[in-house]
């Protein structure tokens, strides 16, 4: 049993928020480059011209709040240690003035007490040490731009454009095309057997279709790795619940989606994470979406083994009972999946 459930924890771990191809989408928002030496910022620059994407630059805190004022500006990636306004004071700042601007800290050194401060005062999405490799940098970038796109689409109730992000992002996955819309509609089918009100159906598809939005910032080695992960990866893929949750607290969602976004991986005996919530502590939609979320994983094919059909998935959903997922809630969704098969026309 903990060798299916490690497999399964791994496997809907890589579904969603792989890079897409930023040229098939127009780009409305700009991107914003601070540090206080020209040549730095001259090699930004050519760095980002190199992949099409324009950048604004700005050598001081006080020139990059002046920008802010008449620009939209989607990513502010600043250097910390500049004369006059440091960066962790920049981008606490920008947090107030720009709420939805996503920020990057340049520091030329590891320091903890730096990131804390950052994390703790400006929020900030990700961390970058100079020297820095050119591609991480780009992938970084690329990586908050999803992130604003993504929020700022939940802001305006932008249904289409939403799950359209989802969508061209799962299409890096061949494997996990179509997972979170699946998702969505077992969830909600469970949701309704239990005649649970109108808004928590609709938290629930949101929260399906949102559910692994915190591997955005993921590498893509760890997601599309094959062999098992050490500790450091480990760690990061365990994150990714707190950061998606983050991601649904910034687009101003519910509690319930929320919830479903960092606790979808909790366990029924207090064994997942990030938490290790247990049996009622874990929010009813999160103990919902985790049923949905392993029966898709167990029915689609993976490189290295082939799609288990409808009668060993829900073999396997039973023998989960108690321990990785609600009792009550797979007899609910199994009983929802035999009725499917019975009824005339139907198939898997």
């Given at each position: 049993m903990e060798k299916i459930v490690a497999l399964l924890a791994r496997e809907i771990s890589f579904n969603i928020f792989l890079n897409w191809d930023e040229k098939d989408t127009v780009m409305t928002e700009e991107i914003l480059f601070v540090d206080d030496e020209d040549f730095i910022l001259d090699i930004v620059k050519a760095i980002f011209e190199q992949e099409g994407i324009p950048v604004l630059t700005a050598r001081s805190g006080e020139e990059a709040l002046k920008i802010l004022k008449t620009h939209e500006i989607a990513v502010l990636i600043s250097d910390h240690h500049m004369p006059g306004m440091m960066g962790v004071d920049l981008l606490s700042q920008v947090k107030t003035?720009?709420?939805?601007?996503?920020?990057?800290?340049?520091?030329?050194?590891?320091?903890?007490?730096?990131?804390?401060?950052?994390?703790?005062?400006?929020?900030?999405?990700?961390?970058?040490?100079?020297?820095?490799?050119?591609?991480?940098?780009?992938?970084?970038?690329?990586?908050?731009?999803?992130?604003?796109?993504?929020?700022?689409?939940?802001?305006?109730?932008?249904?289409?454009?939403?799950?359209?992000?989802?969508?061209?992002?799962?299409?890096?996955?061949?494997?996990?095309?179509?997972?979170?819309?699946?998702?969505?509609r077992y969830a909600m089918s469970i949701a309704r057997k239990l005649n649970l009100p109108g808004?928590?159906?609709?938290?629930?598809?949101?929260?399906?279709?949102?559910?692994?939005?915190?591997?955005?910032?993921?590498?893509?080695?760890?997601?599309?790795?094959?062999?098992?992960?050490?500790?450091?990866?480990?760690?990061?893929?365990?994150?990714?619940?707190?950061?998606?949750?983050?991601?649904?607290?910034?687009?101003?969602?519910?509690?319930?989606?929320?919830?479903?976004v960092l606790s979808h991986h909790e366990r029924f005996d207090g064994k997942g994470y990030p938490a290790g919530l247990k049996d009622g502590d874990i929010p009813l939609e999160a103990r919902i979406v985790a049923v949905a979320?392993?029966?898709?994983?167990?029915?689609?094919?993976?490189?290295?083994?082939?799609?288990?059909?409808?009668d060993k998935a829900m073999e396997m959903l039973v023998s989960m009972k108690g321990?990785?997922?609600?009792?009550?809630?797979?007899?609910?969704?199994c009983d929802i999946l035999s009725q499917e098969n019975s009824s005339p026309g139907s198939g898997q």
């Open positions: 003035i720009s709420p939805d601007t996503v920020k990057i800290l340049v520091t030329g050194f590891a320091d903890l007490d730096t990131a804390m401060e950052a994390i703790n005062r400006a929020e900030v999405f990700r961390f970058i040490v100079k020297p820095w490799e050119n591609t991480q940098l780009v992938g970084l970038v690329k990586d908050a731009l999803r992130r604003y796109r993504l929020i700022k689409s939940i802001v305006r109730g932008d249904e289409a454009t939403m799950l359209s992000l989802v969508r061209a992002l799962e299409l890096k996955d061949s494997y996990t095309k179509g997972h979170s819309e699946r998702v969505a808004e928590t159906v609709k938290a629930i598809q949101y929260g399906s279709w949102l559910h692994d939005c915190g591997k955005i910032g993921v590498s893509e080695n760890i997601l599309n790795c094959e062999g098992p992960l050490d500790d450091a990866e480990i760690h990061i893929m365990r994150n990714h619940p707190l950061w998606g949750a983050d991601v649904a607290r910034q687009a101003r969602l519910t509690e319930a989606v929320v919830n479903i979320d392993i029966y898709d994983a167990l029915i689609t094919k993976r490189p290295y083994r082939k799609a288990y059909d409808r321990n990785v997922l609600d009792p009550e809630l797979v007899d609910v969704f």
